[in-house]
């Protein structure tokens, strides 16, 4: 071969074989290490934070300990009232975030301090009996759930609670060592963004559980809640309700809260929801609910309009989960409660008759339930559309009123059935107005319902 030919050949080679040939970049460029507000890493802190973070307890980080005790009344031998007194404890998470005046305030999930002021349907308490009244409630700094109550454990006292957000911050007089971090931005966060949750699993011990943010923007309407959470696959448990959710800064490499975990969908892993801190900070920063939008609410039932519309007619109302007939009678209204199979019998089982007369105690509550709920009615059946115009949230709003009220028309009801104080005068009418005599016409002497007069215009 030539020289020269071998010398060209050779240059080919060596092209072919340097980086710009094969399509590589001559200068490898450095992905940057942040790529957002947030890092994807936690190792993005500085070395500073990560020793701190290393550390198995954070000290700003408490464990809170909830207790309510109730007392339920009952009658014992002889009508002598019976106090028994049942105790209620859950533990938490909360963390120290400012100090104010002469005090230090403390974050946590209103759920963790809450307790009913009164048990019963929708306030169920394990092991309260239904009805029992809530006399005594307190939040306490322990360290761990096995901890035994002791004077010298840190009081808590409540500054403010909103529930539709879940949050509650207290107030302790003895001195506590706050959030070395500053409260950051959650509206910043994306999906992948790396998360440290500091909390106390099972009210147990100190835990640091990490994660990464798997979802955002959603908005929890839950349990009467009304906020926006995001999604973290942090492995968390009961008693980490409350826990501060950090993220890592990529401007500072310091850890700045984004979130406080507040609760997990049942029956799954690593799927666990924290309220975003951009919803929470006029409250933690301000001690002020956030001002919210009042739904409309529905006027006060016009009695007037009520008895016009009588005028044209009796009208049917549900009233303590039975249907009631209301109609004109004379100068008084007559709210007959039919029989409980009603619409197969059409028996009338008590009669109210308002004449218009003062009432007092029971009576004057039964009352008043009977024409709000007329009202109700007929507000509701206003909003059928018939003029045109459709409101469905309008109808919404009075059926959820209609239906709010069944527990006490029905406890009404059996307090008058029973001739309880308050419904004295109860007569009983000469023949059932409902009752139909027999087939060939003869008259047959009936029994009318149990009638209760309020008296005469």
Known sequence: MPRATRALLSTVLVALASPAAQGAPAEKKARPPCPSRYADTLSAMTPVARDRESRPAADWVYCLRATAVYEHLSYGRGGKIVHEYHAKTRHGTGFAYRQRGGEWLVATNHHVVAYPEVTGE?????GVPSGSRRV????RIVANESEPESPDQIVLRPV???DPLDIAVLASREPLRV???R?????DLRVGTAVLVRGYPLGAFMAANAGRVIGVGQRDIERGWDHEDFAVDALLNLGSSGSPVLAVSCQTGEPEIVG???????????????????ELRGVLDDLRPPARVTPAREPVPDLAEARAALGRGPLMIPFGRRAVRVERQDEAVRFAVLDPSFPLSTRVEIAIVDGGAAAEGRAAELRAA???????????????????????????????RIRRGEDEQEQLLTALRAGAEGFGQITRSE?????????????????????LILGSR
């Open 179 to 181: 959030i070395p971090y």
């Open 370 to 400: 009977l024409w709000e709920q007329l009202g109700l009615v007929l507000r509701y059946r206003s909003e059928d559309g018939s003029d045109g115009r459709r409101r469905p949230d309008v109808r919404d709003r009075i059926a959820t």
């Open 160 to 162: 403010i609670v909103d």
């Open 183 to 187: 409260l950051g931005r959650s509206a």
């Open 136 to 139: 005594r409630a307190e939040v």
């Open 122 to 126: 929708g306030q169920e308490l394990d």
């Open 260 to 278: 406080i975990y507040h609760a997990g969908y049942r029956n799954a892993q690593g799927l666990n929801v924290v309220i975003a801190i951009d």
């Open 431 to 451: 023949r059932d107005p409902a009752a139909q005599g027999p087939p060939d016409g003869r008259e047959r002497p009936v029994r009318g319902p149990v009638e």
